[in-house]
């Protein structure tokens, strides 16, 4: 018996769209289809920041980072800023807000910024004396970036400040002793003081457990690197967090040895401030401005505190978020008011 398949409905379609797909190859040559849509790109929030070549020798091997807004009021004013290990100039821009405070605010911004030859984790290398040594390699670097920023932008020398977190913590300290009579005011925050190590066995030491020195010889510590420089010393804000694992709270105590030996302040003459976001010790001159002051908050970990971000902002690492940022503290309290 033989046995007559009819062709499945299933069948018969699939071989007419073989058929169609024949003659729909054979016209498109002729035909133009449109391009797909391009995938939209992430909405992240934009750096003002641009890298500034030849600026100097350079021994450090550093890139120079910088913002200049649009508007500036006078006088002219510097800020200069150093990011932490395993962050970038423009990571901490972005966390920290500090590219837009300076278009709201008229001033110039500048973000020296390590590269990974120099150190594998971005680490500014604050704990190895030849790169913290007065006109000598990172330091010296950062030292062209300023003066040259200075000339560029008509920036006025008794308007130039500084801020650092953690290891920028570290290298903003080191410059402010090196170099006290190019700074109005610095902010250190979660660091540790001039001279506390020597290489990066000592540096993971005491920032575990911090060093055990008096407070004149941390001052002294900090003396010698200044060559014999004199005149006025800069103001300091020091932010440690007691909740900090990795630099010691030890340290920011160490830090505030170091800065009331240079300004020759009795540790008992600080007065306490209660204030929302916790306890503050001041230290004034006799024209009653802040020359130190120092904030232990307890919940703070390591971190620079920032404001809470905005909706659609990008997170960063080492940015903690909360009811208050250093920025908008050192900008009220030091660079708005000298």
């Keep these: 018996m033989r046995f007559k398949f009819s062709m499945s409905p299933l069948s018969a379609f699939l071989k007419g769209q073989r058929r169609l797909q024949r003659r729909l190859e054979k016209a498109l040559p ?147 002793v090196t170099y006290p009579e190019l700074f109005a005011a610095g902010q250190v925050v979660g660091a540790l003081p001039y001279g506390a190590a020597r290489d990066a066995m000592t540096a993971l030491q005491v920032m575990k457990s911090g060093s055990r020195r008096s407070r004149k010889d941390w001052g002294d510590l900090a003396r010698a690197a200044a060559s014999g420089e004199g005149g006025e010393k800069p103001a300091v804000s020091i932010w440690q967090g007691r909740a900090d694992r990795v630099v010691a709270p030890a340290n920011g105590e160490a830090l505030l040895a170091q800065w009331l030996d240079l300004h020759g302040l009795d540790e008992n003459a600080g007065e306490r401030e209660n204030r929302l976001e916790g306890p503050v010790v001041v230290w004034r001159g006799g024209d009653g401005k802040v020359l130190v002051e120092y904030r232990l908050l307890e919940t703070l970990e390591h971190g620079l505190p920032v404001i809470a971000r905005r909706a659609g902002a990008e997170r960063q690492p080492y940015m903690l978020e909360g009811a208050i940022g250093a920025p908008q503290q050192f900008y009220q309290a030091f660079i708005k008011r000298r």
């Excluded at 590269?115 to 594998?120: D, E, I, S």
């Excluded at 020398?157 to 300290?173: D, E, K, P, Y």
């Design 30 to 176: 002729k035909m133009r289809l449109p391009d797909p849509p391009k995938a939209a790109k992430p909405r992240n929030p934009r750096s003002g920041l641009v890298q500034v070549h030849a600026f100097g020798s350079n021994p450090g091997r550093l890139r120079m980072m910088e913002y200049a807004p649009p508007t500036r009021r006078e006088p002219q004013t510097l800020v200069v800023v150093l990011h932490g290990c395993l962050q970038t100039a423009v990571q901490f821009d972005r966390g920290s807000g500090w590219s837009r405070m300076a278009r709201e605010k008229g001033f110039v911004l500048l973000y020296p910024e390590q590269t990974k030859a120099n150190n594998h984790n971005l680490c500014f290398n604050w704990f190895r004396p030849s790169m913290v040594a007065r006109d000598r390699g990172e330091l010296m670097s950062i030292r062209q970036m300023i003066e040259h920023a200075i000339d560029r932008h008509g920036i006025d020398r008794s308007r130039v400040f500084i801020q650092g977190l953690s290891a920028g913590g570290a290298m903003a300290n080191a410059l402010l």
